[in-house]
């Protein structure tokens, strides 16, 4: 893992770079980092060059060989939320091994809670052990195995997916493709939990970089930033279904609508090209986006303030506004992701010329 020194717990210092022998340059290591890391005479430390300073990275072998291990001990009164939301937080924080051990005995909704977290939340977890008092499970998927652009591709299909039966589901007022469609949000939710462990691990070590799939360290911010604004868009989506539900048994204008999914459709264009411009790291694809999503924003409103104005029953109209409002949503956080792609490749672009 690579380790840097707190900025709250130490100062800077200023060491006195010393001349050895005939051709070697030498300066002294910290203690403090020495001992905080675990080094010990006789291991090894990486040196790497980044541009005008070096990062040393300790190599433990003997530490690398083992799991990283955590233990949650639950009290007879923990929640069923709580628990999970431990095992999330642990989850997303890189811990391979976690004990889930009670006072007494796990009762049957914290076990339930425990199993639903393990098998339908993280990616590549399963049960090694398991009694009345304690649940072991472990992450046995690795990150070069599966890598961050693996994932970001497999949400943007089932966005794809949920996109497409969206427009269908609004056009013929289908019901059970509405439920469908926020059933799959979980799935989106597992890929978002998998790709945020995947970065924060690399974020502590520049060699897990390229394991999982990225160019540079300092992307994975905008990774981050970008699975967000996908988790948002799997969002939207699942919540005008639920408008549609809401509308279920009441008089509904198909109009209204069909109006809105053609706004979605053209909204899921712009979802298309945007992540065709992330795939293929196109600079000038992202600079037309954010443009068009513009003019996208400006004739969903318009579109909002027409049915603001329309003679429609007021529950009706205001699942309908919601839904308008999603699909604005899904076009703001497809310029976001325009936006991120541009910080990224604006260095690549021919239209930049980067001075050393």
């Not at 909704?109 to 425990?114: C, F, G, K, P």
């Not at 909002?304 to 703001?332: H, N, P, Y």
């Amino acid at each position: 893992m690579r380790t840097r020194l707190s900025e709250k717990t130490t100062k800077e210092e200023v060491r006195k770079l010393q001349f050895t022998g005939r051709a070697s340059y030498i300066v002294s290591i910290p203690k403090k980092w020495v001992r905080q890391v675990g080094l010990e005479p006789g291991d090894h430390i990486e040196i790497r060059l980044e541009e005008n300073s070096l990062v040393l990275t300790p190599r433990i072998t003997r530490r690398e060989e083992r799991p990283k291990e955590a233990t949650i001990m639950v009290g007879k009164a923990d929640s069923p939320e709580t628990l999970s939301r431990r095992m999330i937080s642990l989850y997303l924080v890189g811990y391979e091994v976690v004990r889930i051990r009670s006072e007494g005995v796990l009762n049957p909704i914290q076990v339930a809670a425990i199993k639903e977290t393990i098998h339908n939340i993280f990616i590549g977890a399963e049960i090694v052990l398991e009694s009345d008092e304690e649940i072991v499970y472990q992450i046995l998927l690795g990150s070069t195995r599966f890598s961050v652009e693996h994932a970001l591709r497999r949400i943007v299909a089932i966005i794809s997916s949920m996109n497409k039966d969206i427009v269908s589901a609004l056009k013929n007022q289908d019901e059970d493709k509405a439920k469908n469609i926020i059933a799959l949000d979980d799935e989106i939710d597992r890929f978002t939990f998998y790709i945020i462990r995947q970065l924060k691990s690399s974020v502590h070590d520049e060699r897990l970089v390229k394991a999982i799939g990225l160019k540079k360290q300092k992307e994975c911010l905008g990774y981050r930033v970008e699975t967000k604004n996908l988790e948002r868009i799997a969002d939207s989506i699942t919540n005008i279904a639920e408008h549609l539900l809401s509308l279920s048994g009441k008089v509904t204008n198909s109009f209204m609508l069909q109006k809105i999914s053609e706004l979605i459709s053209v909204s899921n264009g712009l979802f298309e090209d945007v992540m065709k411009a992330h795939f293929k790291r196109d600079f000038n694809l992202a600079e037309s986006i954010t443009l068009k999503a513009f003019e996208v924003e400006m004739n969903i409103e318009e579109n909002r303030r027409f049915m603001l104005s329309s003679k429609l029953d007021a529950v009706e109209r205001l699942e309908l506004i919601g839904m308008v409002d999603d699909v604005k949503q899904i076009a703001s956080y497809c310029k976001g992701i325009a936006e991120i792609l541009l910080n990224r490749t604006i260095e690549e672009t021919n239209s930049v010329r980067v001075e050393s």
